[in-house]
Each structure stands twice: as C-alpha cells, then as structure tokens.
C-alpha cells in the first residue's frame, strides 16, 4: 500500500513517508527548474562610448539565452537612449586604458602608448582622437557598434527603464530619446524588478 | 565551405563576441523543431559560447570543430 493511502487510513508508516516526501520534493522542484525563466536586471549609470557596451554585451547576450531581462538606464546612463548616440571616451584618469594605433604595420599597432595624463589633459580634442581611435579599433575586431547592440536589446525585448529624476536633474527634453523605452520611474519602482531577478548588476 | 547539409547556414566570420550568438539566436527562432543550422566563425571565444548557449537553450549541439582558424558548428533546434 502507498504511503499516501496509509496517512489516509492512519497507518502513517515514517519512514515510508519520508522516502515519498522526498521524492515527491525533489520532483516538484526539478519542475519549477525547468520552468524558471532566468532574469537580469542592469543598472546602466555610464556614459562614455567604452562603459556603454558591458550592459549593452550582457543584456543582449542573456535574451539571446532566453532570460528575461531589464535595464534601468540612471545618471550618464541616460546617454545610451539618446536617438543620437554621440559617445566618447576618456583616457583621462584611466590608466588602465590601453592607447594602440589601429592602422599602420602590426609593429606600430602593437605599441601601447603611455600619455601621461597631465598631456592628456593639455591637449584640445585628445579626447575626440583616443574616441576615433576606439571606434576604428571596434571595427577592425568586428566588434559590434553600441547602436548594433542597442537594437540587438530592443529586438529581443529588453525592458529599457529610464529614470525620471535623472531627467529632471540635467534638464533632458524626452524627445532626445528614442521611443522604446518602457517607461520613465524611480529607484522604488526598479528595486522591486531586482529583487526578482536572478542576477542584478551595477554597471 | 560548409560540409554539412544543415537546414540553414550562417556565417559569422569577422565578429567578435557577443555577435556571433546574437545572430545564431536569430537564425533557429526561423527554423522549425528538428531543423538544422549550421554557423562557421572566426571568434575563438565562440566555441565555449556557443556550448553554453546550446546548453541554456536546450538546442543541440551535434558537433563543433576547428579549421585554421575558423571554427565550424552544427546546432540541431529543439
């Protein structure tokens, strides 16, 4: 007789029910595993042609795995949902940036050059220079543009949330942006998709 | 360049990561159950990705090879 029918009939063997409770535990759970739709949520809070792509990469990477995914677009982050994407980036204050020529012989691409930064900082236009250089180095490696990636995201139906106090804050008119986002809201509308999710990432 | 028959192939040479399965993605969502792609590339990082996007997305993968350089896949869509 089952141990189901036993409770039944009070004749609640433990051990037997244990080994059906466990059972029947694991199997429930193996079903709610399968069935769980893996989340992200992102914190999207930089502007510069160089932060634009982790959240960009990883939020079109895990829809491309099936996972539902948010991101929450806050201070310079706003950047990144303008219509016109115009991003640059900044060596200034980031020795860990590598400076390499991305045309000439492989020699000359090779060097890493060291700008101190007071001459980084001296020189007009540095900053436009290091951006175009970034931005033929992504093409020579076939890496995918920020618009690529950004329309990868939409495609895929990313949830691109924006924050509305930013908005307010640097005087943004919202026709800037483009017209998918989702929705303009606040930290106390986005903690509750984070809560949800699986993995929740500041960028 | 393909030695397959698959139902379907893509090229993603020249693209570097995350392009190469943001366009395999792409392609299965047009093919039906049972069909199959086949994607060649150049990323060496996309033998390990595409391992683990087949293995997330429960397609199969049937094979994965290298070539000089290039690397060859079969995915079989679930």
């Known amino acids: ?203 | 360049m393909m030695s397959t028959n698959a139902t379907q192939s893509l090229d993603a040479r020249g693209m570097n990561c995350p392009l190469p399965i943001l366009r395999t993605k792409k392609a299965l969502t047009n093919l039906g159950t049972g069909e199959t792609l086949a994607v060649i590339s150049t990323d060496p990082g996309s033998v390990k990705d595409m391992q683990a996007f087949c293995k997330q997305t429960g397609n199969e993968l049937i094979s994965s090879s290298a070539n000089q350089g290039e690397f060859e896949f079969l995915i079989r869509k679930s």
């Not at chain 1, 992102?42 to 795995?65: C, E, M, Q, R, V």
């Not at chain 1, 640059?88 to 860990?96: A, D, Q």
């Not at chain 1, 900082?121 to 093409?139: C, H, I, N, S, Y």
């Open chain 1, 1 to 203: 007789m089952g141990a189901v029918e036993n409770i039944l009939t009070n004749k609640l063997d433990q051990s037997q029910f244990d080994q059906w409770f466990d059972q029947r535990f694991e199997s429930k759970m193996a079903e709610r595993e399968a069935a769980h739709v893996p989340s992200l949520s992102i914190i999207a809070t930089k502007g510069t042609l160089d932060w634009a792509y982790p959240p960009f990469i990883l939020a079109s990477t895990a829809s491309a795995l099936g996972w539902d995914v948010s991101i929450f677009f806050t201070f310079y982050g706003l950047e990144l949902l303008k219509k016109n994407l115009n991003l640059e980036i900044s060596p200034l204050g980031n020795p860990g940036m590598p400076m390499k020529m991305p045309f000439g012989p492989q020699w000359l691409r090779e060097i890493n050059w060291k700008v101190p930064n007071a001459v980084m900082a001296g020189v007009p236009g540095f900053e436009k220079v290091a951006t175009r250089l970034m931005e033929q180095t992504v093409k020579n490696k076939g890496v995918a543009t920020i618009e690529e990636l950004r329309s990868a995201c939409i495609e895929a139906d990313v949830k691109l949330v924006a924050c509305q106090m930013t908005v307010d804050l640097f005087g943004y008119s919202p026709d800037a942006f483009i017209p998918e986002i989702r929705g303009w809201i606040g930290a106390a509308s986005f903690l509750p998709i984070a809560q949800q999710s699986d993995v929740s990432l500041f960028i």
